[in-house]
Structures are given as structure tokens and as C-alpha cells.
């Protein structure tokens, strides 16, 4: 096990990280990984509140069948508000969550592991953690040309991957919605039988909200990577 790093970050951040550029430098990006998240999270907190308004105010208008039956019209409402009330409220944790650590990055930063054992046959994966663990110890502002390159890369990819699962998220977004839609207008055409098509169309768009929510979680974790790649790389680099 080589911990040298490890010692070395810890007796930095003991000392004031403000004397080494390089601490400084993997600090403020740990900041602003958390803060992207913190932004995000804070969007999609008014986006799932001004949504949960909207089913609970359709649900409360929707007709009732009886007092302990429900038409699928309401129950696609409540499920939907009760969905986007739930998502909110634990949106809200996330941003409470990774506010803290941008606040305070120190704290969460000094709690990393970055101490790793010596990789079989995996070289490359040495190599970095080596000019990581020299570059760290040498204070030096100026970031060592292979570990540049692997930030460059990681920026590139998760911008890419973000770019192509925002593009999704927003088709399974407007596919639920349009098939949502379809759904509810049969409901109310009084014609309670379900065929085939109706089902299909249930199984679909059921099938498209999970998407859309994966997609939702996979933008938002490629966002902070591609703002933020300096602590992703260190926490992939040392953590693997």
C-alpha cells in the first residue's frame, strides 16, 4: 500500500492548504464538483415542485367515480404529484447535501483516500498516480502534461455523454408526455374497456418516465464530471 500521498495531502491541509497551488487547485475543483450539483439539483427542486403543483391540481379537479373509487384519470394524477413531490423533496437533500461541501471544502476533501495499492500490469495507471502523488508534493501551479491530457479526456467524454442523455432525456420526456396525454383523454372518453393499444401504450409510457428519470441522473453526473474533472479523475485514479 502506498499512502505517501495520502501523508502528504493530509500534512498539507494540516499546514493551510493556501502554500501549495497544486492542493489549492484539486480543492476549489472538489468545490465546484459539488457546487454543479448543488446548481443542478436547485433547477430540478423548482422544475419537480412547479410539476408536483400542477398533478395536485389536476388530481383535485378530477372526477371521482365514488368516494373509494377512482378513474384512471386521478390515479395517474396522484401518482404523478406523489412522483414529482417525492423527487422535489429529495432533490432538496442532494442540494442541502453537496452545498455543505461546497461551503466547506476542506472538510470533504481531507476525508478522500487517496492512498492505492501498486497496480498489476497496469502501468498507466501507476504512471498517473505517480505524477499525481509528485506534482501534489512538488506544490507546482503548472499541471503535469499526462495528467492534463487525462483531464482533457475526461472533459471531452463526460461532455459528450451529457450532451447525447440530455438529448434523450428530452425525447423520453416528450414521448411520456404525449402518450400521457393519450392515456388520459381515453380515460375520459368514458370507455372503460382496455385494448390492446391502450395497455401498450400504458406499459410505453411507464417504460418512458424511468427513462426519462435515468436519463435525468445520468446528465446531471456527466455535468459535474465535465465541470469538475480533477477530483472525479483523483477519486477514480486512487479509489480503483
Known amino acids: 500500500m502506498n499512502d505517501e500521498l495520502q501523508r502528504t495531502l493530509s500534512e498539507i491541509i494540516e499546514s493551510g492548504s493556501q502554500s501549495n497551488p497544486a ?11 459539488h457546487a454543479v450539483l448543488a446548481m443542478v439539483g436547485g433547477c430540478l427542486v423548482l422544475i419537480f415542485a412547479w410539476l408536483s403543483i400542477i398533478f395536485w391540481t389536476r388530481f383535485k379537479s378530477s372526477p371521482k367515480i365514488s368516494r373509494l373509487k377512482w378513474g384512471f ?37 481531507s476525508l478522500l483516500d487517496f492512498s492505492f495499492k501498486i497496480s498489476s500490469g497496469e502501468t498507466y495507471k501507476d504512471e498517473l498516480r505517480y505524477a499525481f502523488t509528485e506534482w501534489i508534493q512538488s506544490g507546482n501551479e503548472n499541471i503535469p502534461s499526462i495528467i492534463q491530457e487525462r483531464f482533457n479526456k475526461r472533459i471531452e467524454f463526460h461532455t459528450t455523454k451529457a450532451i447525447v442523455s440530455g438529448i434523450l432525456l428530452i425525447l423520453f420526456a416528450g414521448l411520456s408526455v404525449y402518450i400521457w396525454n393519450a392515456l388520459v383523454r381515453r380515460a375520459k372518453s368514458n370507455d372503460s374497456k382496455w385494448r390492446f393499444k391502450e395497455k401498450a401504450c400504458f406499459v410505453f409510457g411507464s417504460a418512458t418516465v424511468v427513462l426519462a428519470l435515468l436519463m435525468m441522473v445520468i446528465v446531471m453526473a456527466n455535468t459535474q464530471a465535465a465541470f469538475a474533472p480533477k477530483t472525479l479523475s483523483m477519486i477514480n485514479l486512487f479509489n480503483s
Open 23 to 33: 492542493v489549492n487547485a484539486l480543492i476549489s475543483d472538489y468545490a465546484k464538483f
Open 73 to 109: 384519470e386521478r390515479k395517474a394524477y396522484f401518482v404523478f404529484g406523489f412522483s414529482s413531490s417525492s423527487v422535489a423533496l429529495f432533490m432538496i437533500l442532494i442540494v442541502v447535501a453537496n452545498l455543505t461541501n461546497t461551503l466547506n471544502p476542506l472538510h470533504g476533501f
